[in-house]
């Protein structure tokens, strides 16, 4: 039987272009490493060179993919859920090296909302491949957080930071799906702790673990200059619609428009979080009237005396760390083979 995916015949002269793959071995329940293994075997069929940049630990591979990406390769391609696209992105974002992704992960949001399907990596093979050929490049918007420097009293926590002295680049970092500062984010921690059950339904087991233990969260936001204090049971920052495996959380959320979606929803008690927790599935919660969306390019999220100190913040799936941080949005700066 003729195979679907043949090799293209190429000029013997021409050539060869080389993308630098990264694999998250423990993708899927484990699975990565042998699709990691057949994805390169697929593009070397392909006439490409590949370089292995995988790494025994997230830092060791990004070092690697970065040094690849400002060499550079035609293409960084990650093999993996969110936090491979999340270390792809840190990787390539101030490069001119392109970002492909062929999902393998338990997650996969980002993925999906570039339509993408695990269970369809040699699609994703196909469309990587095509790109490159037509130079069909995407221009979506990357979100850079960092720590925000204040002087700042909450309770009996003392955070002083000194108002002038600039971060240097290794405290930034670039996310493109959604910041959870909120119980979202304890509830994404927890489900990080889980071998099973996969995608949403493992969020949701975390979310039975979390809620029994939570009290409302203190927070002062400020979204393009404009400043609110409550207490909140939810807070996350939106560059995509999905979060948490296909959860949508900010189903307004447009990768492309330059702007942020904020969903925020205020002090609950258990039965209020019970009532307003599984809506999120069907992207419904954004009508309750305990939460409230908002859309902005620059965000500020500090502790308030209000409530309780917020959860160490996460993004694409990824500890980023605790609050007060700010978060900008940056125009078209990811540029994704698609």
Sequence with gaps: MKSEHNAPTSDPNEVRKTVGIVVNPTAGLGKGEGVGRRVMAEFRRRGFQVLDLSAENARDALARARAACLTPVDALV????????HLGVNAVIGTPTPL?????????DFARALDLSPRKQMEAIDRIVQALGS?????????QV??????AHVGRLKIARQSTKPFSESVRRWYVGTLSVGLDAAVNAQ?????WPKGHLKYLRAVFASVPR????????????KKFESRGTL??????????GGIPISPGADMADGKLEI???????VSGILKVFPKLYKGTHVDDPAVMVYSGKEIIIEPSESGTFPPVAMADGEVIGPVPLKVVVHPGVLRILR
């Design 78 to 85: 990650v093999v993996g859920g969110d936090g491979m696209v």
């Design 100 to 108: 492909g992704i062929v999902p393998a992960g338990s997650g996969n």
């Design 135 to 143: 130079n069909s490049i995407a221009e979506m918007d990357a979100v």
């Design 146 to 151: 960092e720590p925000y420097v204040l002087r």
């Design 191 to 195: 489900a990080n702790e889980y071998k």
């Design 214 to 225: 939570f009290k409302p969260y203190g927070y002062s936001i400020t979204i393009d200059g």
């Design 235 to 244: 807070a996350a920052i939106s560059n995509a619609p999905m979060f948490g």
């Design 263 to 269: 969903t925020f929803a205020k002090a609950l008690n």
